[in-house]
């Protein structure tokens, strides 16, 4: 009954969909566990080049049973849309199953995200506006409503009543815009729960079955260990658990039955939206990864702030997720680079610290400490084995694992499941 977490190890966006396709082609079961459409999967396999937002990165393996888990807030609409495209593209969905306990995003959560960054002003956290925040503070303060309540037309309309009677309240008096219609709302809501009916099911059932059956199971996570609410770079961060932990809460099995958790991290660092970033480079070696990197935002195509990688959060991140392994994406985006840097402590106020700050008026004032290694200077796109890879290259991977603090079990140079060497066995 072998479980791995896949686990972005940074901001997001290190290649954890790539990942989890390429494991899927063994697994008996992926689920995704956090976030909601704000995570934008980029994959290229045989079936071509997808952008997954909500449906779990294994959906390629028919075999694959996929749950959208407890833990995502889910837009009904782009649910539908992810489906529709995937079918038209000749991916079969089947296998794609929606937790009834998962929270919908509503129309006054997107409304709301968009009013509540504009407030913000200067301090705007730059979020997607994908109602992501306003649906997990619903889901807290007990406001939501699941994917299963769209089971039950009488409760939803008596349930959607008195809570956007509440919203509307919110949007007139506080924001100024037009209130929401209940009979539009619950018309388009109606017509959603027609359409998802068939995939909503009590999901914990179906891992605990794959799992009786000594079938692999992935847990795929969303976003990234530094926008984790908790050990992210609060306030700017997602809003909800983007760790391995999560992976149990989010998705429906115990803490015992995880055998491997895997970091994964891009060779560098890149982050999207507003907050600390300390190896941030503003300069054309910035604008060179990003550029070869084509690091813009999957789903938002706002340009991501690329920078070195950063050593003193890589270790903070595998001690708070328990890395077992990691798996180092993007390492070909380098080979271009006559020299690296990795930051391996910062300077804060006159003192060297190796631990990664809480505050982010402490993160902001961080000036790195860099280590310098040479670059290999040759493409390693085509390159299979690890011992294959340039003397240089590989120090620099061995380098990174030493200060993560872990082995590195995949090392990807390309986007294609054939372009990630496997360095040491997961399990
Ligand atoms: P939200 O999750 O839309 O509320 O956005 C909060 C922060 O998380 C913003 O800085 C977003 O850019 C960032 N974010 C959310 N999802 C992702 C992702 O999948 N990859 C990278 N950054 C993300």
């Known amino acids: 009954m072998p479980v791995i977490a896949v686990i972005g190890a940074q901001w997001g966006d290190e290649g954890k969909g790539r990942v989890v396709d390429l494991l899927a082609q063994q697994a008996g ?13 980029t994959i290229v396999n045989p079936f071509g080049k997808f952008a997954l937002q909500l449906v779990p990165s294994g959906i390629f ?7 959208i888990g407890n833990g995502v807030v889910i837009n009904p609409k782009v649910l539908i849309d992810e489906i529709d495209k995937l079918e038209e593209r000749g ?13 919908l995003i509503m129309p006054y959560h997107l409304l709301l995200d968009g009013l509540e960054e504009e407030a913000r002003g200067g301090k705007a956290l730059g979020t997607t506006r994908k109602g992501i925040g306003p649906a997990f503070t619903d889901k807290a303060a007990r406001l939501g409503i699941r994917a299963g309540g769209l089971l039950d037309r009488e409760a939803l ?24 219609s209940l009979d539009e709302v619950y018309g388009q809501y109606c017509q959603y729960g027609e359409r998802l009916s068939p995939y909503i099911r009590e999901t914990t059932i179906m891992l605990d079955e794959a799992l009786n059956k000594n079938e692999l199971v992935l847990l795929e996570g969303a976003q990234g260990t530094l926008l984790d609410p908790d050990f992210g770079t609060y306030p700017y961060s997602t809003s909800s658990s983007s760790i391995a932990g999560q992976g149990c809460l989010g998705a429906g099995i115990g803490p015992t039955r995880i055998n491997a958790v895997l970091g994964v991290y891009k060779a560098y660092c890149s982050r999207v939206g507003a907050g600390p970033m300390p190896t941030e480079l503003k300069d054309k070696t910035g604008e060179l990864i990003r550029e070869r990197g084509h690091e813009y935002g999957t789903v938002s195509g706002r340009p991501r702030r690329c920078g070195w990688f950063d050593a003193v959060a890589a270790r903070f991140s595998s001690r708070v997720n328990g890395f077992t392994g990691a798996a180092i994406t993007r390492l070909d985006i380098l080979d271009i680079l006559p020299s690296l840097k990795i930051c391996v402590a910062y300077e804060l106020d006159g003192k060297t610290i190796d631990y990664f700050p809480a505050s982010v008026a402490a993160l902001e004032r961080c ?17 299979r084995q690890f011992n294959k890879l340039p003397a240089k290259a590989r120090k620099y991977v061995n380098r990174l694992e030493e200060l993560i603090g872990c082995p590195a079990n995949l090392v990807c140079v390309g986007p294609e499941r054939g372009q990630a060497i496997e360095k040491t066995p997961i399990l």
């Open 29 to 41: 079961a992926v689920a995704r566990f956090s976030g909601g459409d704000n995570a934008g999967h």
């Open 157 to 180: 309309r008596e349930r959607l009543r008195s809570i956007i009677d509440y919203k509307n309240v919110i949007l007139t008096k506080v924001y100024g815009v037009k209130p929401l």
């Open 61 to 67: 393996n028919p075999r694959t049973v996929c749950i």
């Open 91 to 103: 991916v079969d969905t089947s296998h794609l199953f929606v937790s009834d306990r998962a929270q």
């Open 367 to 383: 000036q790195p400490v860099y280590e310098e290694l040479e670059g290999w200077e040759t493409s390693t796109a085509d390159v």
